[in-house]
């Protein structure tokens, strides 16, 4: 986890209560679904504003009210819910997700009538976009499903890379195991979802394109919404050398994102330079676990539940090396990941020399 606080979303809240209560994507209002529950988990994106956990928190009044994120208000912290991950007798099975991953549900999920989650849409490297499929799958099922999805993901990306990319659902070996998972664990789960179609590289912005009720559903919408914002763009001028400078990345989602309207501003073939200072990062915990200690060989060959950040960074880096020429500066905390994954990081003189063939430069 970050060691400083993790910025939330600018939602506006009242188009989040216009979304749950008037929603098109779910025959029963949010409301009206609380009325009929004793007790309610609420699971949230990190991002999510404090505003949503206030207005989740009043509906649910005089209720048993319990909480699930990576950043949780200080004042929420006494609602928190606690799924020990490590005794496996706490899971339920429920078959292969996929095909090949187990799918275990953590069994305390029973204990609530409802869950609600609240999630950001952005894209993603590994599963197209994340949102509530994937805060759900991360907080409900075991850290051998979630290790398991990232082994087979990483072994079919081997051999074709473009199975995984930002934008990209159909076909998707991360995202189609999240949502067969989810699928099976909804036997367990009578869940309602809010999705926030967000911005990056806007973050402050006020965001207005919320979609309430069915899981699926309504995060497709918001996937609908973004997409169709990236058809819209304006064409960008073209670079053959960019560099990218970064004192820190707090979001391995917005770290992708640089990287990838960096390439769309680059010739096919354009250099690019990424400058990572210091690293710092967020994400579920299980996902932080799994990568933090094995190299990507290990990772692909025999993901246990043991340990996420550095050679995921490598991963998603190396992913890009198949279309653009990438030059990375020497990284005390990431070398060792990069060499991994056969990226090498070059020395102040060697990234120097990187751009200087190139005739139309740019910084970012």
Do not use: W
Request: hydrophobic content about 40%; aromatic content about 10%.
């Amino acid at each position: 986890m970050a060691d400083k606080p993790i910025k939330t979303i600018n939602t506006d809240i009242n188009c989040v209560i216009n979304a749950v209560e008037n929603n098109p994507l779910m025959s029963e209002s949010l409301s009206s679904l609380i009325k009929e529950s004793s007790s309610i988990l609420f699971i949230a994106s990190p991002d999510i504003n404090i505003e949503i956990y206030d207005y989740t928190k009043d509906l649910c009044h005089g209720k048993k009210f319990a909480v699930i994120s990576d950043n949780i208000p200080s004042k929420y912290m006494q609602y928190q819910a606690v799924f020990n991950q490590s005794d496996i007798n706490d899971y339920v099975f429920f078959g292969a997700c996929a095909g090949r991953a187990p799918m275990l549900v953590n069994k305390n999920i029973y204990d609530y009538d409802l869950v609600i989650s609240a999630s950001s849409v952005i894209m993603n490297a590994y599963s197209g976009f994340l949102g509530s499929i994937t805060t759900l799958f991360n907080a409900v099922t075991a850290p051998k499903t979630v290790a398991a999805v990232i082994k087979y993901a990483l072994q079919d990306s081997i051999y074709n890379v473009q199975k995984l990319s930002s934008g990209l659902t159909i076909r998707n070996p991360v995202y189609e195991s999240l949502r067969e998972g989810l699928i099976t664990a909804g036997k367990a789960i009578h869940s309602f979802s809010i999705n926030i179609a967000a911005d990056y590289k806007d973050i402050d912005n006020i965001h207005k394109d919320i979609f309430a009720g069915d899981t699926f559903i309504s995060q497709i919408e918001a996937q609908n919404v973004i997409l169709n914002r990236q058809k819209a763009q304006t064409a960008p001028s073209l670079f053959d050398g960019l560099e990218i400078n970064a004192k820190c990345y707090d979001n391995v989602v917005y770290f992708i994102t640089l990287i990838e309207e960096a390439c769309k501003k680059l010739t096919k073939g354009g250099r690019l330079l990424i400058n990572i200072g210091d690293m710092y990062s967020f994400g579920n915990k299980v996902f932080q676990e799994i990568f933090y200690n094995n190299t990507l060989s290990e990772i692909a060959d025999n993901v246990d539940e043991s340990n996420y950040m550095e050679s995921f960074y490598a991963f998603i880096l190396k992913y890009y090396t198949l279309n653009y020429h990438i030059a990375l500066p020497e990284n005390e905390k990431l070398n060792a990941a990069f060499i991994q994954s056969g990226l090498n990081p070059l020395n102040n003189d060697e990234l120097s020399r990187f751009l200087d063939s190139c005739s139309n430069k740019g910084v970012i």
